[in-house]
């Protein structure tokens, strides 16, 4: 079997649980990247299926329901999103998703160390209602304590980067931070003054999943309070993947159009 840089991929031993694409080969060891999960890995040939449908559509947990507003005689204002993401594609896979729901969002690419020094002067210029801090982490299991830091990838550097943000706003209620990648510190994120944090059970979440929480608060009226359970459950592992504190929407609604 031939393979190539770019192509896609699913591990045998794994069940072809997740499809990968290509991002290097070198000393007969394939190095991959979670094409919709935030997850990076590495392969031997022997253990690699050929993945053929490029053309596949994110995938989005059937459990998220399209929010159509009535336009008739209404207007109404969603909140304003800035999204920071330490990987390039993912972030673009989001900004595209938020385009599609009417959702005015700004994206920056940073790399995970560099977040917290950059986060004060964009909040400052864009003003945002809910702010994402993602992009790739993991969990070093064979270190061993799951509550030390120097066990993750970049849940110290998520953390960081939420403390700068909630110094600068203080009250949950007018900025929601969602922060966390893929088997995230949750407890530690939460305690920083993240509003939503991955990941409880340290797994893998969707690379769509801190979107779908942004825009389901960002869509819900100002002052009504989003269901939490529902609102967890739209994402692709539930509770297991990300959690949170009650909070309310943030979207205004105005008369006459």
């Known amino acids: 079997m031939q393979l190539k840089r770019g192509d896609l991929v699913t591990r045998k031993s794994y069940n072809h649980d997740t499809i990968f694409k290509i991002t290097n080969i070198k000393n007969d060891m394939y190095y991959l990247k979670g094409l919709e999960v935030r997850l990076y890995a590495d392969s031997t040939l022997e253990d690699l299926e050929k993945y053929n449908n490029k053309d596949k559509e994110d995938i989005v947990n059937n459990n998220e329901e399209e929010k159509n507003l009535d336009r008739s005689e209404y207007f109404y204002i969603p909140a304003k999103i800035l999204h920071i993401d330490g990987d390039k594609e993912y972030l673009e896979k989001c900004i595209k998703y938020y385009k599609k729901k009417g959702l005015y969002a700004v994206g920056k690419k940073i790399v995970e160390e560099h977040i917290y020094e950059s986060i004060l002067p964009l909040l400052k210029e864009h003003k945002p209602d809910i702010l994402i801090i993602t992009g790739h982490d993991a969990y070093y299991r064979k270190k061993g304590n799951i509550n030390d830091l120097n066990n993750y990838r970049n849940s110290a550097n998520f953390i960081k ?20 990648a893929c088997q995230s510190n949750y407890e530690e994120l939460l305690k920083a003054g993240a509003n939503f944090a991955s990941s409880p059970k340290r797994i893998n979440i969707h690379a769509l999943d801190p979107a779908i929480i942004a825009s389901s608060i960002a869509l819900t009226e100002r002052n009504q309070e989003v269901n939490l359970l529902e609102l967890l459950d739209k994402t692709k592992y539930g509770h297991d993947g990300i959690g949170g504190i009650k909070c309310n929407g943030l979207m205004y609604i105005g008369y006459p159009r």
Request: charged share 35%; aromatic share 4%; net charge positive.
């Open 161 to 180: 980067a939420v403390k700068v943000a909630r110094k600068y706003e203080k009250s949950h209620d007018k900025l929601i931070i969602i922060a966390g």
